[in-house]
């Protein structure tokens, strides 16, 4: 089993940031992949952010591409989203997801991101 919890949520202002954390813990010796994913309000999950946990490619969803940076620590097993340059449209609740095959994907509790205009 492995256990997923994300942090750093919160308020914040337009063009302000906020650094998302999702630490894992449990069965976590062979992570493939993690991801951010964010859901809006009446809207359905989308993908944000992934990063490979051998290589450390990274990939982003293009409305985030400049503004957003994914990485990770291996050693503690935590993947980070730093958010900057944030927008009213980045409010959602961001969920971690954890690929460890062969298992199917783990995911967070979610954390709550608002951004005032």
């Known amino acids: 089993q492995v256990q997923l919890v994300e942090s750093g949520g919160g308020l914040v202002q337009a063009g302000g940031s906020l650094r998302l954390s999702c630490a894992a813990s449990?069965?976590?010796?062979?992570?493939?992949?993690m991801s951010w994913f964010r859901q809006a309000p009446g809207k359905e999950r989308e993908f944000v952010s992934r990063i490979y946990w051998s290589g450390g490619d990274t990939s982003y969803v293009d409305s985030v591409k400049g503004r957003f940076t994914i990485s990770r620590d291996n050693a503690k097993n935590t993947v980070y989203l730093q958010m900057n340059s944030l927008k009213p449209e980045d409010t959602a609740v961001y969920y971690c997801?954890?690929?460890?095959?062969?298992?199917?994907?783990?995911w967070g509790q979610g954390t709550q991101v608002t951004v005032s205009s």
């Open positions: 449990g069965r976590t010796f062979n992570i493939y992949v």
């Open positions: 997801r954890a690929e460890i095959p062969p298992a199917p994907p783990y």
